[in-house]
């Protein structure tokens, strides 16, 4: 996972609540097998029904940010959904509130979520450009700026770039004392 720490780029404001991961990657497109090539079907439903939508305006291409009002990310616990964020281009999702199995995995492939209130995510929907920085936790745009929370062992693992996989071989010396002993098995007595 790619290490996160400033975020600064256009941002594109997705002026809905409730958004639920089948609209972000609508169900056909979980038949694919690999992580990738998922950015085509961000949003498909909506780019496709709606020319005013705002991944059809080409002044986003290349956006980092994703501005979306309160509930992003409700419904299944696809993974997809972030990886098409991803795959898109975006880096960090804005927003007054998350769907929690969304959330988890926006910080477990390295998708920055970041909760600020209502009112500050509006405004934040009528600027061209903002940065978000991990290490401050703060995020800044022309004529405001805001702090955010967020828990510190996400917070350290994002800066850090360390998904589970890493985290688990970070301790592969003790993970190998303890299968030389012969795991489990290893370290129990039995008695007759």
């Not at 986003?60 to 509930?71: D, F, K, M, Q």
């Not at 209130?117 to 703060?138: C, F, Y």
């Not at 350290?156 to 030389?180: H, K, N, P, V």
């Amino acid at each position: 996972m790619k290490a996160v720490r400033i975020v600064s780029g256009t941002g594109v404001p997705l002026k809905r609540n409730d958004v639920d991961t089948d609209q972000i990657i609508p169900a056909e497109w979980l038949k694919r097998v690999e992580r990738t090539g998922f950015g085509a079907g961000l949003f498909s439903s909506w780019r496709e029904s709606d020319p005013d939508f705002p991944l059809n305006d080409q002044s986003y291409a290349g956006a980092s940010i994703l501005v979306a009002g309160p509930n992003f990310g409700t419904g299944s616990s696809r993974e997809h959904a972030v990886w098409a964020l991803q795959d898109f281009g975006f880096q960090t999702v804005i927003a007054p509130s998350f769907a929690d199995i969304f959330y988890g995995n926006c910080t477990k492939t390295g998708l920055l979520p970041v909760v600020l209130p209502g009112e500050t995510v509006r405004e934040l929907m009528k600027v061209d450009r903002a940065t978000v920085d991990l290490e401050l936790q703060i995020v800044e745009w022309d004529g405001g700026e805001a702090s955010f929370e967020i828990n510190p062992d996400t917070r350290w693992r994002l800066l850090e770039g360390l998904d589970e996989i890493a985290l688990t071989l970070a301790s592969q010396a003790d993970i190998d004392r303890f299968e030389d002993r012969g795991g489990p098995a290893g370290s129990l007595t039995t008695s007759v």
